[in-house]
């Protein structure tokens, strides 16, 4: 599930599924557990997902804080 802000309270906006690319752009603050990171859909729409779902081999913390 993409959601409009970093955390379960926020509500989905869109739902991706396993294999389709996403642009990493941000993370949430470091203290909050799960991290959550901002990406950017192929449609341009910008949301929030539980790093618990994202592979990459990117380190989230290399990310900037946006959230």
Do not use: D, K
Request: a positive charge; glycine letters at 12%.
């Amino acid at each position: 599930n993409v959601r409009s802000g970093p955390g379960l309270p926020f509500p989905v906006v869109t739902t991706v599924y396993s294999g389709n690319g996403l642009l990493l752009i941000g993370r949430s603050a470091t203290a909050v557990t799960p991290p959550w990171v901002q990406v950017r859909l192929e449609n341009g729409l910008v949301g929030w997902v539980n790093a618990n779902f994202i592979f990459t081999n990117v380190p989230l913390a290399n990310l900037p804080v946006t959230g």
